[in-house]
């Protein structure tokens, strides 16, 4: 790799709970120098797609670059795992900012949650009951009633994630768009969703929620019997993905869309 740029940051090397990742964090270490995240100027995630989010959440508005290399399954956000010439990957690689929706979701005992998803957040049915849900945006009501498994809203980042699962967009990543994508709409069953800006409120009321109780879900956290829920992008919250230029986000998503 000679002519790469190489620099001197200090690397903090984190790893998934498996024994490929924590083996692969060793390796590092001893080889380039580990310090604690707080003294980092850069982030190594080791692991698959779901430790990758869970550092973007620890490390958001922080103003830590993650470099995340695949020890998991998919790595859709991560790079490919090579122990050589890490350094130079590093100062050659792309940061991405990431930032997340808000999601506030009120309780059936008027209790309310909040919490941020990169990737989407989404409304499930808690039982056998199909649930019913009325849709407003930026206060005006689009849809009166949809009955569904559930509905997500996806940002561009965590478009090829569950919403491409549930036949959703998807997005480039600097679109100023959030994907609307209902999850197995009975009626009105032709509806697809919809492509929103990104600056919306988007308000989901839980139709006869003691008969059909539905979760919230903003990534991994979840909040059980709700009965409302406010969605909105948060435009002071960031965080920053590093990719390697030749296999850049944008290159992923171009690489997804033509996949057959």
Not at 159 to 172: M, Q
């Amino acid at each position: 790799m000679a002519g790469r740029k190489t620099d001197k940051k200090a690397i903090a090397f984190i790893a998934a709970n498996t024994e490929e990742a924590e083996a692969a964090r060793k390796r590092l270490a001893d080889r380039y120098g580990d310090v604690k995240p707080k003294a980092a100027d850069v982030i190594v995630a080791l692991g698959g797609d779901g430790f990758m989010l869970q550092t973007l959440h620890a490390f958001m508005n922080t103003g830590k670059p993650i470099y995340g290399m695949n020890c998991g399954s998919v790595g859709f956000l991560m790079n490919e795992f090579e122990a050589s010439e890490l350094r130079a990957r590093i100062a050659a690689a792309e940061p991405t900012v990431v930032r997340p929706l808000a999601m506030q979701a009120t309780d059936m005992r008027g209790k309310k949650h909040v919490a941020f998803a990169i990737n989407e957040v989404s409304l499930l049915r808690q039982s056998y009951q199909a649930a019913k849900l009325r849709i407003a945006i930026d206060g005006k009501v689009r849809m009166e009633e949809l009955i569904c498994d559930g509905i997500l809203v996806a940002t561009p980042a965590g478009s090829t994630a569950y919403n491409l699962s549930a036949h959703g967009p998807i997005l480039p990543i600097y679109a100023p768009l959030l994907a609307m994508t209902p999850i197995s709409a009975f009626r009105p069953r032709t509806w697809r969703g919809a492509l929103l800006p990104d600056r919306v409120e988007i308000r989901i009321e839980a139709l006869e929620a003691k008969k059909r109780p539905i979760n919230a879900v903003a990534d991994n956290v979840e909040f059980k019997s709700v009965v409302e829920v406010i969605v909105k992008q948060d435009c002071e919250a960031q965080s920053l993905i590093m990719f390697d230029p030749d296999h850049s986000w944008d290159e992923r998503i171009l690489t997804e869309q033509f996949r057959y």
